[in-house]
């Protein structure tokens, strides 16, 4: 146990439980007094909650750089969605071939025919609009989670009252908000969950009474989730139809409907173009999708070839960890079955507590008590066809499902509701689990906060957020640090050791790898990297080896011919 310094000789257990009582005296006593009345009057005032929910996120984020500043990219993926941000900045969908690709392969990146990132252009847009407005892609990052917020509050207007929407709202900030992953990665599900907030925000709109505005927004949800995650808007798209198939056998309500559903499609119309267009622009083909070509060119995507040893190795990442794990149930080179596929499906439950905080799970045995009415029984069945969809596919992540997580901050806020309605202490219940999720936030946050205590390193193995950089990738800032320190423009080799892991990729470049100052390329040996060095002839080349505990950046002169050796 470590003993905080405090003058009233506290350890850290006792600061704990101190610190929970604390909160939660303070979280009941506000929400019994004047707070909850004010919410109950603010919930009415649709415009005014929305902007407080976009603005919350942020600034409670804001608030923790000077101990969490903006997050660096580390994995892959991010830097892919960065590479797709770079590109759009310069006005194109892809960026021209280079003339030497070889040194250039990466992870998630296509060098033919075409320099282009594999993923769609939405994740890549909104970073593109933060980094332009902003000078940081993070910017991008949160406004995609506000903006979620914020719609979650709009969406759950469409589904229950203006009191239960604000509480889903909070909800939503204490979720997804400063503590969050998407909020602390480049991964893109904040622009997912808004386009699904759209779209389960429109449709019971729709179906009360067919509008022009709502027909237009949830083709704007459809086309943006299109634009971020193509393959689940299959499910996206099917639960919607599911949605109204009810009207099919009522005459006036279909054709109400019918006379809307053309607004719907004239918007989603543009989405489905620019992603058409970007596959031509990418690929070369209308119908080929850049990461189909990706696979078609590399194999099935590099995460899922990563072979593990018997048992987990302390010295591997915890995407790598998590990799091995999925992949006992899985392994890319074998053909499915459904063992394999039930297996899968099993280990991913796990990854659904994402979504929920620990009081919650209350919350959600109450709402199997909503299943008997029509339309939620609709909205737990959503969940299991993402769920059930997106097993599938050998790789998983929470953003893949960020679409339904309005459905999820929906479940929460009626199994409150139904746990209140509760005769016998179903008040008392429902406001102490309330109170227990803000107290929880509350403490994990204000420890965040407070970084630099004691108490708070003391916690962190246990801390439930651990998505927050409490430091950033260590490696990968004392390479950056130190080439900033070299002037003029630098062309790095990265070398490999043989027992790097694969996974652990250095060869990140920006859109333009010409004009950009420093460009990373692999070590090819010494004749194909002359080929390079003459393409770059101005430029001061280095030597990266990433693989040593500290990551070697030394200078890397052209090797010199011996004079013993002469020609014959």
């Not at 923790?64 to 580390?74: C, D, K, S, T, V």
Request: net charge positive.
């Amino acid at each position: 146990m470590v003993v905080s310094r405090n003058p009233l000789g506290l350890e850290t257990g006792d600061l704990v439980l101190l610190a929970i009582a604390v909160l939660l005296l303070l979280v009941g006593l506000l929400w019994r007094s004047r707070v909850e009345e004010y919410a109950r009057k603010l919930a009415e005032r649709a415009g005014w909650c929305m902007l407080f929910f976009f603005l919350l996120p942020i600034a409670l984020r804001l608030a923790l750089l000077p101990n969490h500043p903006a997050p660096a990219p580390e994995m892959y993926d991010e830097f892919g969605h960065l590479l797709m941000a770079d590109t759009l900045r310069h006005l194109r969908l892809a960026n021209p071939a280079h003339a030497l690709p070889q040194f250039f392969e990466t992870f998630f990146a296509l060098q033919e025919p075409t320099y282009s990132s594999i993923y769609p252009a939405g994740p890549g847009l909104v970073l593109a609009i933060g980094w332009t407005l902003f000078g940081t892609p993070w910017a991008g990052v949160l406004l995609g989670v506000g903006a979620f917020c914020a719609l979650c509050y709009w969406m759950l207007r469409g589904w229950t009252t203006p009191g239960w929407a604000f509480a889903g709202g909070l909800l939503a900030v204490a979720g997804f908000g400063p503590l969050c992953q998407w909020t602390n990665s480049y991964w893109g599900g904040g622009v997912a969950a808004a386009a699904g907030c759209l779209v389960f925000g429109s449709v019971p709109r729709l179906r009360r009474q067919p509008r022009r505005r709502d027909a237009v927004l949830l083709g704007v949800g459809l086309g943006m989730h299109v634009l971020t995650r193509p393959f689940e808007s299959l499910f996206l798209a099917a639960a919607v139809a599911l949605f109204f198939v009810p009207l099919l056998w009522r005459r006036a309500e279909k054709r109400l409907l019918l006379k809307v559903l053309p607004e719907t499609l004239i918007v989603l119309a543009p989405f489905l173009g620019l992603a058409l267009f970007q596959n031509k622009a990418v690929t070369g083909s209308w119908t080929t999708l850049p990461e189909a070509l990706s696979q078609y060119q590399y194999g099935v995507p590099a995460a899922l070839t990563f072979q593990p040893p018997a048992t987990p190795h302390r010295d591997l990442t915890p995407q790598q960890e998590m990799d091995y794990r999925m992949q006992r149930g899985f392994r890319g080179e074998k053909p499915e079955t459904l063992a394999s596929y039930l297996l899968r499906l099993e280990y991913r439950v796990r990854y659904y507590r994402f979504f929920f905080t620990p009081p919650l799970y209350i919350a959600l045995v109450a709402f199997l008590f909503r299943l008997r009415r029509p339309r939620f029984l609709w909205v737990a069945a959503v969940g299991m066809l993402f769920a059930l969809g997106t097993n599938f596919f050998p790789a998983f992540q929470t953003h893949y499902v960020a679409g339904i997580a309005c459905l999820f901050v929906l479940m929460a806020v009626e199994g409150l509701d139904t746990l209140g309605r509760w005769n016998a202490g179903g008040q008392e219940a429902m406001r102490l689990v309330a109170a227990l999720c803000a107290a929880h936030f509350l403490f994990w946050y204000g420890l965040h906060l407070a970084e630099r205590w004691n108490v708070s390193a003391a916690l962190r193995p246990y801390e439930t957020w651990d998505a927050i950089n409490h430091t950033n990738p260590e490696r990968r800032q004392y390479v950056d640090r130190k080439l900033e320190r070299i002037p003029g423009k630098l062309l790095v080799f990265v070398r490999y050791l043989p027992r790097h892991m694969f996974q652990d990729e250095w060869v990140y470049n920006a859109a333009d790898i010409d004009t950009a100052r420093v460009v990373f390329a692999r070590d090819l040996g010494t004749e194909a990297n002359e080929e390079l060095r003459n393409y770059f002839p101005q430029r001061a080349v280095w030597l990266l080896e990433p693989d040593y505990p500290v990551p070697q950046v030394t200078w890397f002169p052209r090797p010199v011919a011996s004079p013993f050796l002469t020609p014959r």
